[in-house]
């Protein structure tokens, strides 16, 4: 099991569930929040996404329910992850966005949360590294595949 997966407690998986109930509770809501801090933070980050991004905020919150449900088994979610990484640079992503990423959906559900605490803060920054880490590495992962096969494309000096 990764490091990450390790450190999924029950108790932070409770706290956490328990968090994304509450700010959840309005269907699209924290994923507006997110995209506002996101593109205040970083409004370089805007032209990558759509104008209209109705679907994409489904998205977003269907991924991320998708991830508080399976806390206690994030291992099984590595591959899909990784694919997703991988998707996000074809779409432009860079390694250091997703630092900024990370931050802005921690404001946004600080923001949401009338409970929040140091601990949830923690328990959540935790957790999203943990879906972080394996995007990063399906991103790098792809980066290297391309770079092999236009390396391929060339042959060496003589």
Do not use: C
Not at 21 to 44: C, D, K, N, T
Not at 61 to 86: F, P, T, Y
Not at 113 to 122: A, F, K, M, N
């Amino acid at each position: 099991m990764s490091r990450s997966g390790a450190i999924m407690t029950p108790e932070r998986i409770a706290r956490l569930t328990r968090s994304f109930e509450e700010v959840s509770a309005q269907p699209r809501a924290l994923a507006s929040l997110f995209y506002q801090e996101l593109f205040s933070a970083a409004p370089g980050l805007r032209p990558l996404f759509p104008a209209d991004m109705t679907s994409l905020q489904g998205h977003f919150e269907a991924a991320l329910a998708l991830v508080v449900r399976n806390l206690e088994k994030l291992s099984m979610l590595q591959e899909s992850l990784r694919d997703l990484g991988a998707q996000h640079v074809r779409w432009g992503a860079k390694p250091e966005d997703y630092a900024l990423v990370r931050e802005a959906l921690i404001r946004a559900i600080r923001a949401s949360s009338p409970d929040w605490t140091e601990e949830l803060e923690h328990d959540w920054r935790r957790a999203i590294t943990a879906i972080v880490v394996p995007m990063l590495q399906g991103a790098a992962v792809h980066t290297a595949v391309v770079a092999e096969q236009m390396a391929e494309g060339f042959p060496a000096d003589d």
